[in-house]
């Protein structure tokens, strides 16, 4: 079966659609390492990579996906949100906006240029969602186009998957 990105990708960069996701390690706001594979055989992921911390749109998004955080339980997806931010920044805006989910820490960026989302001039990622199913098959992407741009949590959820690919 082919999978395809519901929109068109602004980059080519990063990985594709039903192609091995990345694997990496980050450290989080829960204070241990989070590794990508470990979730292999359990659990899908999305990797939401958002600009910066405390700014309007990406609270809003962060906001969004921990209200949502049942929804996403129940469709056996974990969120796993990753900005350059450091992990006490991090921490700080987890704590302030009350956050369930765990953030991520690409401090070093290394996540960010390995998924194409990184924007060179500005050293930091734009918005982009990959969703990575138990397998660790990347089954679909989206980059926007513009940072004050997101998805809707049910764009990015299990309402969202290709029809009996992530069962």
């Given at each position: 079966m082919t999978v395809t990105s519901p929109s068109p990708s602004p980059s080519p960069a990063?990985?594709?659609?039903?192609?091995?996701a990345p694997d990496f390690t980050l450290?989080?706001?829960?204070?241990?390492?989070?590794t990508l594979s470990s979730f292999r055989g359990r659990r899908h992921v999305l990797l939401a990579f958002f600009?910066?911390?405390?700014?309007?749109?990406?609270?809003?998004?962060?906001?969004?996906f921990s209200e949502d955080y049942a929804a996403?339980?129940?469709?056996?997806?974990?969120?796993?949100?990753?900005?350059?931010?450091?992990v006490p920044t991090l921490k700080e805006y987890k704590a302030k906006y009350a956050m369930r989910q765990d953030l991520l820490s690409d401090f070093k960026?290394?996540?960010?240029?390995?998924y194409g989302t990184l924007?060179?001039?500005r050293f930091f990622s734009t918005r982009a969602y990959f969703l990575v199913d138990?397998?660790?098959?990347l089954r679909w992407r989206h980059v926007e186009a513009e940072l004050g741009a997101?998805?809707?949590?049910?764009?990015?959820?299990h309402r969202r998957r290709p029809s009996g690919s992530m069962r």
């Amino acid at each position: 079966m082919t999978v395809t990105s519901p929109s068109p990708s602004p980059s080519p960069a990063g990985p594709r659609v039903g192609t091995t996701a990345p694997d990496f390690t980050l450290p989080s706001t829960a204070g241990s390492d989070v590794t990508l594979s470990s979730f292999r055989g359990r659990r899908h992921v999305l990797l939401a990579f958002f600009p910066l911390a405390f700014t309007s749109t990406c609270t809003a998004e962060n906001c969004a996906f921990s209200e949502d955080y049942a929804a996403f339980e129940r469709a056996d997806t974990v969120v796993l949100p990753i900005s350059v931010d450091s992990v006490p920044t991090l921490k700080e805006y987890k704590a302030k906006y009350a956050m369930r989910q765990d953030l991520l820490s690409d401090f070093k960026r290394d996540v960010s240029r390995a998924y194409g989302t990184l924007l060179v001039d500005r050293f930091f990622s734009t918005r982009a969602y990959f969703l990575v199913d138990r397998q660790g098959i990347l089954r679909w992407r989206h980059v926007e186009a513009e940072l004050g741009a997101r998805r809707d949590d049910a764009e990015c959820s299990h309402r969202r998957r290709p029809s009996g690919s992530m069962r």
